[in-house]
């Protein structure tokens, strides 16, 4: 059988925000090639070398450089989002634990995040239910746990 590569892409409005936040919330992701000295993003820059905007770049990249795991690919596209994820991403933060300290790290990792910019929109009912839900700044939904 043939083995393919695996990227992951999502489709947001506003590709730096997005692309920014999950490369703080994953850890050694990171983007290709860094923003040139002097500039806070792409967009800046290419401003700056009078490159229009229909002749940019409508994307970003996140690559781990220090794992193995897939590509992240972030594509501007016009229409917002509509509805619940069919596809989500879980953070898997506590391998090994369990109950009050599985508990804890969930809920320390949920508290970094949304200093990032993610929202809790779920708390799971059942006490013994270890996840929560929550959404990236452009309400794409993923899980911690």
């Not at 993003?41 to 401003?47: G, I, L, P, Y």
């Not at 708390?123 to 929550?134: A, I």
Request: glycine share 6%; net charge negative; aromatic share 8%.
């Amino acid at each position: 059988m043939t083995a393919f590569d695996l990227h992951i892409v999502f489709d947001c409005a506003d590709p730096d925000l997005v692309a920014g936040f999950w490369r703080e919330a994953l850890g050694d992701y990171d983007f290709p090639m860094p923003v040139p000295d002097g500039f806070t993003s792409w967009d800046a820059w290419a401003d700056a070398q009078g490159i229009p905007v229909e002749q940019r770049p409508t994307g970003r990249t996140l690559v781990d450089k220090v794992r193995d795991r897939p590509d992240i690919f972030f594509l501007k596209v016009p229409e917002p989002k509509a509805g619940k994820n069919r596809l989500h991403l879980d953070i898997k933060v506590a391998p090994g634990l369990s109950g009050d300290a599985r508990r804890s790290r969930i809920q320390e990792e949920a508290a970094r995040l949304t200093a990032l910019g993610a929202t809790i929109i779920q708390r799971p009912e059942d006490p013994d239910d270890l996840h929560l839900v929550l959404q990236d700044p452009e309400g794409n939904e993923f899980c911690v746990a």
